[in-house]
């Protein structure tokens, strides 16, 4: 399979904003009848928020998986892994029909663009959107943060970086994210975050479990052991209450909104080995390839139990 030529190889290097649009669009160009890129919001920055939607078929009412990356700006990795996701479902379309037959994907591989492109520019540990604060001289929300299910429990410190921001959904990229969940209402909603080697699914808020816990569990679990088959990675797995030290602080996270509100009967967050935020160009490869296997894994563990 060689990599698109009309942009930088996401497999070596971290890509812009324009980059991955352009990638997106390239795929289109290249597979007209698979695939369809749209605009579906902007940034505070007026950078233009794109999703990639994959489909054998056109019938409108189909399973739908949801894929986001890059939530946090600095989580650039996740990106390069929603990119992976999308490349092995056109361009490694062969291997990947079976899931294609069952599934739409719907791929959102930036969803912070301006956190991200602050990140790669000017501070690389910066996590936040990029919107200023009313009445203050601080800048950005945590996108993970600024969702209205476990909202009242998360930071209200304006210079924290993980601050939940004014109001839930006071931000554009999460209230796409929100548009998105409710108009497709997907089968599965996957998130991509780093780094710590982990598959989870909710909730954040509380220790109490969803309804369908042991369903989840087991998809995870899929993920977990298809990973360790194949590389010896040990991803661990639970709720994220269960493995996140002071939770509740993670409350107004997508994964609990997407579960308690949106109704999505199958949510994980899967968060990338690696090591760091920023992986080192030679090791983008192998950390995508790894969560491929994991997340291949579980859609294929959906396909008959949905």
């Known amino acids: 399979m060689e990599p698109c030529e009309t942009v930088p190889d996401f497999r070596q290097d971290y890509l812009s904003h324009r980059d991955i649009n352009d990638y997106l669009d390239s795929l289109q160009a290249k597979f007209p009848k698979l695939v369809r890129v749209k605009t579906i919001g902007y940034t505070f920055e007026k950078r233009a928020l794109k999703s990639i939607h994959i489909s054998v078929s056109s019938l409108q009412v189909r399973k739908i998986i949801l894929i986001d990356g890059g939530m946090h700006g600095r989580e650039w990795c996740t990106i390069s892994t929603a990119l992976y996701c999308a490349s092995q479902l056109t361009e490694n379309f062969d291997a990947n029909k079976d899931l294609l037959d069952i599934f739409d994907f719907v791929i959102v591989p930036c969803i912070n663009a301006d956190g991200y492109e602050y990140s790669r520019r000017y501070k690389k540990m910066w996590r936040k959107s990029r919107r200023p604060i009313h009445f203050s001289r601080f800048i950005g929300v945590d996108c993970n943060r600024n969702f209205s299910v476990g909202w009242d429990e998360a930071c209200q410190k304006t210079s924290s970086c993980t601050f939940r921001g004014e109001r839930p959904f006071s931000e554009p990229e999460t209230r796409i994210i929100k548009y998105l969940m409710h108009s497709l209402k997907p089968t599965f909603y996957l998130t991509l975050h780093s780094f710590s080697k982990s598959i989870m699914f909710p909730y954040a808020f509380t220790k109490t479990l ?51 509100t949106a109704k999505i009967p199958f949510v994980i967050v899967m968060e990338l080995s690696g090591g760091g935020f920023q992986p080192s160009n030679t090791a983008i490869y192998g950390i995508i390839c790894e969560c491929w296997i994991g997340i291949r894994a579980m859609c294929s563990f959906l396909k008959n139990k949905t």
């Open 210 to 260: 969803p309804e369908n816990w042991s369903s989840l569990r087991n998809l995870a679990r899929a993920g977990y052991l298809a990973i360790k088959k194949e590389t010896g990675t040990k991803f661990r797995i639970g709720s994220v209450s269960s493995l996140v030290k002071n939770s509740k602080s993670s409350g107004g996270g997508s994964l609990d909104y997407a579960h308690k």
